[in-house]
């Protein structure tokens, strides 16, 4: 008899974690495939660092799926997802390899949707010609050549447009106004620090602002308020309730809230939007992220699991939220499988808040809270030891192809929290 056929719809930190937990967990009951529509893993989270110590992201923070896949016996197909059909249970998709390829089908007992979200850039106006990012290779390049070549060292604005989160998880989790502040955050430090060390002024010509009452209120209000206070210390400008952005232009950004400012070099985080494929689907909430419950699980299509970006559940997007949400579908589909009990499988996503972002100098800052779930914990740390935790974060991980030990968080927070804190 055939083994049930597992689709992972997505590659990046949700997709191949997923893919590698469910391997962990299910062992041989199950065939497992990986779409995505490139070959690599694009470690996202150390696009910031790269930007500003000019180096070049292709080079540094692209990992081979292939090599990682084949460990685990996982068949990698390189496509693009056109449509799901969770009646037929079939994924059409295009090899992405050479234009021009034909649609073709394939069949899933469980698909996992771990298709990360679109950063809508084409919803604002006047980004392409005025605006930069960071957010992934191409992006990170061209603002790496902007920033070394062509910025003439005026000032500088940094933050995110509004996020338009569905409204069917409501009782699930919090309501955002942005989707990830965390780089916004990052992208400032740095950027100040960056100005000291070219001798071209510093925190005070960078303006952070944030579509929300307060930034990163995902981090909790403590920390939020000694991120904003040591930020105001350095001499950093500060906007809130920007509500959106309405346009880029040469000179500046124009907020949906009537304010502007002024800058020469704009960075921006845009709205995270959901896959057009995903839009309408049964599977979906009302903006088209997919509907899960606190096991990723799909709940009026059992065999439908969502991590990552892509579930309506993580908010804010962050990978770290999609680390957790890999474990809870790998136990979740090893029971279904009968290679799991219950008891050890039934432990339901409890998504915390944890960020290390660059400050520059090597130095970073440190968030562990989870406050924003109902929790009491509210860590914040600045300093070279988060930086080094960072940077070691990505070595493992590359290293072990995705697949960090457990310790490894729990040893961070040792570090960053009791033996340096
Ligand atoms: C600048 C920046 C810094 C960040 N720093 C941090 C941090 O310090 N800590 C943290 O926890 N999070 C951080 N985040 C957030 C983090 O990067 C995301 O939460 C994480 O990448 C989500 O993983 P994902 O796999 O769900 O989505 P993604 O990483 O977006 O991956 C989605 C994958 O799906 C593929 N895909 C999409 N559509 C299709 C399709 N139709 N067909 C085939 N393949 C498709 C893509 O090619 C991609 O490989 C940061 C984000 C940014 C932008």
Redesign the pocket.
């Known amino acids: 008899m055939s083994k049930p056929h597992v689709l992972v ?9 997923a893919a590698q937990k469910i391997r962990q967990y299910a062992q041989d009951a199950v065939d497992i495939t990986v ?4 070959p690599y ?2 470690f ?2 150390n ?2 660092e790269e930007v500003f110590e000019n180096h070049d992201p292709t080079l540094s923070l692209h990992m081979p799926l292939a090599p990682a896949l084949v460990e685990d016996n996982i068949t990698f197909i390189q ?4 449509s799901l059909d969770v009646e037929t249970q079939t994924v059409e ?1 295009v090899p ?1 390899e050479r234009p021009g390829a034909a649609p073709e089908r394939i069949h899933y007992d469980y698909v996992v949707v ?6 809508a850039y084409d919803k604002i106006e006047g980004f392409a010609e005025y605006g930069h990012a ?3 290779t191409y992006y990170a390049n061209r603002l790496r050549r902007y920033l070394w070549n062509e910025y003439k060292g005026g000032p500088v604005a940094i933050g995110s447009a509004r996020f338009h989160q569905g409204t069917m998880t409501k009782d699930l989790v919090p309501m955002a106004e942005a989707a ?1 502040e ?2 916004p955050v ?2 400032t430090l740095s950027m100040g620090t960056w100005l000291k060390q070219h001798g071209m002024g510093g925190p005070d010509k960078v303006t952070v602002f944030t579509p929300a009452e307060v930034i990163a209120e995902d981090a909790g209000p403590r920390v939020v308020s000694e991120l904003l206070n040591a930020a105001a210390a350095m001499g950093y400008h500060y906007l809130n309730k920007t509500h959106d952005i309405k346009r880029i232009t040469a000179d500046g950004i124009e907020f949906e809230s009537g304010a502007s400012v002024e800058a020469e070099l704009k960075i921006v ?1 845009p709205d995270w939007v959901p ?1 057009d ?1 995903l839009k309408g689907l049964p599977i979906s909430d009302d903006v088209g992220f997919v509907l899960t419950d606190l096991y990723m699980r799909n709940p009026k299509y059992p065999n439908v699991f969502a ?4 579930a309506a559940v ?1 908010v804010p ?7 957790l949400g890999d474990e809870v579908v790998g136990r979740q589909l090893a029971k279904d499988v009968g290679r799991m009990s219950a008891e050890q499988a039934n432990l339901p996503l409890k998504p915390v808040i ?4 660059s400050m520059g100098d090597n130095q970073a800052f440190y968030i562990n809270s989870d406050a924003w779930f109902g929790g009491s914990k509210q860590v914040l740390k600045m300093g070279h030891i988060p930086f080094l935790l ?1 940077m070691q974060y990505k070595e493992l991980f590359f290293r072990t192809k995705g697949k960090t030990p457990e310790w490894g968080w729990q040893v961070s927070e040792f570090l960053a929290e009791k033996l340096f804190g």
Not at 114 to 119: E, M, P, Y
Not at 307 to 310: H, I, K
Not at 317 to 323: P, Q, R
């Open positions: 719809l997505g590659g990046n930190f949700a997709g191949l974690g779409i995505d529509r490139k893993l694009l996202v989270p696009l910031p496509a693009e997802v056109k998709y992405t771990a298709v990360g979200a679109r950063l960071v957010s992934d990830c965390g780089p990052e992208l985080l896959h494929f991590v990552g970006d892509a993580t997007k962050l990978g770290m939220i999609a680390h944890n960020c290390i972002g960072k």
